[in-house]
């Protein structure tokens, strides 16, 4: 692993497109995130496929960083419809997030899967953002703490040594896309057991990004990044009105 250093744990805010988008809208998207620097958080935005070449360009002299929504475990071949991390890295993609959990529930991505995608990426130099979370049974069963350790213990053990250069993000699926958000407590203390979980796997881990996704806001954004373990967001629909994402990303510094 040898990924451009990054400043520890300063705030990440990472827009989640999803499958939203047009040449029209978004120019107008990029110019408003554009245009409304500087921040004092990292910010990045990632888009659907076709849009990288445009995203690449309209980004290129900006300190605004661009990724995918997804990468394919394999590095070539014949995976029909499949995009590889090293083509990604070629359009200058600075991140792939792996596992969110559109991808888990609609195309039945595994725990491992999920992890051999976050290995291709770090192979090419995309840095992975990871997604974890539960769904609401799973809260409601007090099963939050034992399946986002194991969504990312596959991971942990399949980066091994790289372990400590994938952002992580927690992403409750009760709270995505639905406007219900974790409170920052409940956030925090899943954050904090995550950290603790990274923190037996590598030496990094104080200095890992955890970032927090799921119906974050201008008006919920400040708390979730005040807590202590939380690193920034990652945002879905909010991420789509240049107005509220650059509100989120001026909420992080
Ligand atoms: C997401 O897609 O990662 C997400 C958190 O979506 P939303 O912000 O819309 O809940």
Not at 106 to 123: C, F, G, I, T
Not at 171 to 193: D, F, Y
Not at 197 to 204: E, F, K, S
Not at 217 to 235: E, M, R, S, T
Request: net charge negative; aromatic share 6%; glycine share 8%.
């Amino acid at each position: 692993c040898s990924m451009t250093p990054d400043v520890a744990r300063r705030p990440l805010i990472v827009g989640n497109w999803k499958m939203h988008g047009s040449h029209t809208a978004n120019a107008e998207l990029l110019a408003g995130i554009v245009g409304a620097r500087p921040y004092l958080a990292d910010v990045a935005v990632c888009v659907p496929f076709p849009y990288l070449s445009e995203t690449a360009v309209a980004l290129a002299a900006t300190d605004i960083r661009w990724g995918a929504q997804d990468c394919s475990a394999h590095e070539q071949g014949a995976y029909t419809g499949e995009v590889s991390a090293g083509m990604l890295h070629e359009f200058g993609c600075r991140y792939a997030i792996v596992g969110h959990s559109e991808r888990r529930q609609y195309h039945h991505e595994s725990d491992q899967l999920v992890a051999d995608k976050a290995k291709a990426a770090l192979a090419r130099g995309v840095t992975p953002i990871v997604c974890v979370g539960e769904t609401l049974a799973q809260r409601e069963a007090g099963e939050t703490e034992s399946v986002v350790k194991r969504q990312l213990s596959h991971v942990i053990h399949t980066l091994a040594h790289c372990a400590g250069e994938m952002v992580v993000a927690y992403e409750p699926v009760w709270a995505i896309g639905t406007g219900r958000t974790a409170t920052p407590e409940q956030a925090q203390a899943v954050h904090a057991l995550l950290r603790a979980q990274l923190a037996a796997a590598t030496p990094r881990a104080a200095d890992m990004k955890i970032l927090y996704g799921g119906s974050v806001k201008p008006d919920n954004a400040a708390q979730l990044f005040a807590q202590p373990d939380i690193d920034g967001g990652l945002v879905g629909g909010a991420a789509l009105k240049s107005a509220d994402f650059v509100a989120i990303c001026r909420a992080a510094h």
